[in-house]
């Protein structure tokens, strides 16, 4: 069993930044891979960016220039770190661990089994 708790979601204007948290608990250590997803309302859940257990990255098209995930080992906590943030960022944000040994798609939401309850990120222009 593994729990995942987002943290640092709010409201910022255009251009704006956010640092998202997400800490995880329980058993951990044999998760394969860990990342960020995304939903806005009315479209589908999608893989924001995912880091496995070597530290290699996976970043969105739509993000990979400003946005970077990272990992505190120590502390058992993963970050999303969001920079010039636009409204067609605006999405509930999730963090979500997979335990399975390949994933066929590091980014495709079914390929993870454990979910956080989400946090809220809103973008104003």
């Known amino acids: 069993q593994v729990q995942l708790v987002e943290s640092g979601g709010g409201s910022v204007q255009s251009g704006g930044s956010l640092r998202l948290s997400c800490a995880a608990s329980?058993?951990?250590?044999?998760?394969?891979?860990i990342g960020w997803f995304r939903q806005a309302p009315g479209k589908e859940r999608e893989g924001v960016a995912v880091?496995?257990?070597?530290?290699?990255?996976t970043y969105a098209d739509s993000v990979q220039v400003r946005f970077t995930i990272s990992q505190d080992n120590a502390k058992n906590t993963l970050y999303l770190q969001m920079n010039n943030l636009k409204p067609e960022d605006t999405a509930m944000y999730y963090c979500?661990?997979?335990?399975?040994?390949?994933?066929?798609?590091?980014?495709?939401?079914?390929?993870?089994?454990?979910w956080g309850q989400g946090t809220q990120v809103t973008v104003s222009s």
């Open positions: 979500a661990a997979s335990s399975h040994s390949v994933l066929f798609n590091p980014l495709s939401p079914t390929e993870y089994n454990y």
């Open positions: 329980g058993h951990t250590r044999r998760n394969y891979c």
């Open positions: 880091i496995d257990s070597d530290g290699g990255t």
